[in-house]
């Protein structure tokens, strides 16, 4: 089973933030970044997932020179592999725009399942799991909070509905999962991992 985990480096919630001069921007420079929380857990399920059934979990972001921290993590944690795509020029993009990042460059790999936290925190945008699903003519399925791989073709996925109601629906793979938090709890680096 090859996994791809998307993950993203966000502002850390206890970090001070100070307005630019201009008063208009704001100023980056003393800011910790960490790992956005939803695709902790995603990371936590694929590494589970492995753990059942074999196979590969790769870690993929798009950012900043700084975001290689956030690969690293992953790394400490268990993931076998990690892709960085990297373009200073490019900033803040659209959720579109960075789907089609994010496209061309897993369009190359061969994946069964590609997952995903739910939102960011720091835009809070829940699209690119759905958008990369589309692009890539993956199954998908999004606020999941359990994953069961009884089939080697397919994944049972149990679904959050309103009001405490559940549904399980079965992909045929490859699928693109949107992971909700709390599905599971994520492991800390191991020393060796670290090392």
Not at 44 to 69: D, H, M, N
Request: overall charge negative.
């Amino acid at each position: 089973m090859n996994i791809c985990v998307l993950i993203k480096q966000v502002p850390d919630k206890d970090t001070s933030y100070h307005i630019n001069d201009d008063n208009l921007s704001i100023n980056t420079s003393d800011v910790s970044f960490v790992t956005n929380e939803s695709d902790n857990y995603a990371l936590e399920e694929a590494l589970q997932i492995k753990e059942k059934v074999g196979g590969e979990v790769v870690v993929c972001t798009f950012g900043p020179e700084s975001s290689q921290q956030v690969l690293k993590d992953a790394l400490s944690k268990g993931a076998d592999r990690a892709i960085q795509i990297q373009d200073e020029g490019f900033g803040d993009v659209d959720i579109l725009t960075l789907s089609k990042i994010f496209h061309s460059v897993l369009e190359k790999e061969s994946f069964d399942l590609i997952l995903s936290g739910l939102q960011s925190d720091d835009s809070g945008n829940g699209q690119l799991g759905i958008l990369l699903a589309e692009m890539l003519s993956f199954t998908h399925a999004s606020l999941v909070m359990e994953t069961n791989l009884e089939k080697p073709d397919a994944v049972k996925v149990k679904r959050e509905l309103e009001n405490g109601w559940f549904q399980w629906s079965e992909l045929q793979l490859p699928a693109s999962i949107t992971i909700q938090s709390g599905i599971n709890t994520p492991r800390y680096a191991s020393l060796p991992g670290i090392m």
